[in-house]
């Protein structure tokens, strides 16, 4: 079987690096990839939304199945324009239709499919330009922290939490006029604060059934100690310690049945990763947020621990055989340190040289690129270092140490990845 990955971060290196070692996989392609991926698939050279040059490389290579790694192609479609052309109808997609990759593309879509299939989230309301006195109102009534969500995709960027009230309803007057985030904030959700510890869930689904991957934590804030500003990750670790069996059957009937059965319900087909961003509110798991995708970087170290083999499952989906599928998990723990770009998330430089990476393992590719023999840094999150341990100390240092042996001018990581475990 013929395979694309589309993207070109740490995630579809992952999914690369994985997919290679499967025996069905025949020839496998990632676009546009990176200098990671070019060694375990053939990049081609397309935007991850150019539609049309993504339709003739699928017929050119005579690919069998699409894998979607980031959101954008999701919410614009790319599932529904292969199913829709006479030419491609016949390729599978991992990855959901437009109507359900809706869940991440509007918050207030979330929220109400949350909403009708009661399913734990933060209580909120929705505003637009024509209702920002009935914001600023709701603004007065509630207490902070002050939470602000553009409806829209905003690269991750679109969620703005504050103290103060007068910041708050500035803010909204920002985002509703247009002024922030363009058009993804012409509607608002504000949301209630909820107090507690994240986590991210990942499930494949068929549609009908699905199976739940294994849990992992990822580190958001660029400095030691959880301090800074936001970042894609910083590092990642799974399993999660504090996700004992009865919390993970909470879970499990709480949110991911409903989920799925709600996608069900509402006549939203379904074949893909639904990565669940949860929040553990004293005993309670609450959805923060659903993206329709695999989350990055806790795919490097998801997919290192899943022994059964990725291809035969994602084959299983497209054929909504996913029932009949036994998951195999390896028990070790992993973790992922990522090395980032002087400046990151702010502003930073590209073209570094990167050097030392000759005999190191599960090295995954973010930001890089290849130019003739030399591998230079091409993103604000360059590499990712992933480890399997006893435990996540042990994990964690083999990170480091892999680290150590990796140099780019201005090259930073966390030395805290799993502190707080
Ligand atoms: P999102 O893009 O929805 O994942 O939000 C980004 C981050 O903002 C989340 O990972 C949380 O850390 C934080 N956040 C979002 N919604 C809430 C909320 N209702 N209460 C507290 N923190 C939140
Ligand atoms: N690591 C969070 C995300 O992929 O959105």
Known sequence: MNVL?????????TLCWKLNQSEECHNLFAAPGNAGT??????????????????????????????????????????????????????????????????EGSKAFAKEFMFRHQIPTAFYAEFTAASISEGEAYLEKTN??????????????????????????????RMLLGEKFGSASSKVVIEEFLSGIELSCFVLTDGES????????????????????????????????????????????????????????????????????????????????????????ETEVVLPRLKT???????AVQQGRLAEVKLEIDPNVAATVMAVSE??????????????????????????????????????RVLAASSFGKNFNEAVEKSFKTLEKIHFEGMYYRKDIGFDL
Request: with cysteine.
């Open 309 to 315: 083999d990725l291809l035969s499952l994602l084959i």
């Open 38 to 103: 070019a060694k375990c698939a053939t990049n081609l050279p397309l935007s991850i939304t150019d539609f049309e040059g993504i339709k003739e490389a699928t017929i050119q290579h005579k690919v069998d199945l699409v894998i979607v790694g980031p959101e954008e192609p999701l919410v614009m479609g790319i599932h529904d324009y292969f199913l829709s052309d006479k030419d491609l109808s016949h390729v599978g997609v991992i990855g959901p239709q437009k109507a359900a990759a809706t869940l």
């Open 5 to 13: 990955v589309i993207g070109g971060g740490g995630r579809e290196h």
């Open 343 to 380: 400046g990151y998330p702010e502003s930073y430089e590209k073209g570094k040289q990167i050097i030392g990476l000759e005999n190191t393992e599960m090295v995954f590719h973010a930001g890089t690129i290849a130019e003739g023999d030399n591998i230079l840094t091409n993103g604000g």
């Open 144 to 173: 902070p922290p002050y939470v602000l969500k553009a409806d829209g995709l905003a690269a991750g960027k679109g969620v703005v939490i504050l103290e103060d009230l007068e910041e708050a309803k500035k803010e909204l007057r």
């Open 210 to 297: 699905y199976i739940t991957l294994p849990m992992a934590k990822d580190y958001k804030r660029v400095g030691e100690g959880d301090t800074g500003l936001n970042t894609g990750g910083m590092g990642a670790i799974s399993p999660v310690p504090f996700v004992t069996e009865s919390f993970r059957k909470e879970i499990e009937k709480k949110i991911i049945q409903p989920t799925i059965m709600g996608l069900k319900k509402d006549g939203m087909p379904y074949k893909g990763f639904v990565f669940i961003g949860l929040i553990k509110v004293g005993d309670e798991p609450k959805v923060i947020e659903y993206n329709v995708r695999l989350g990055d970087p």
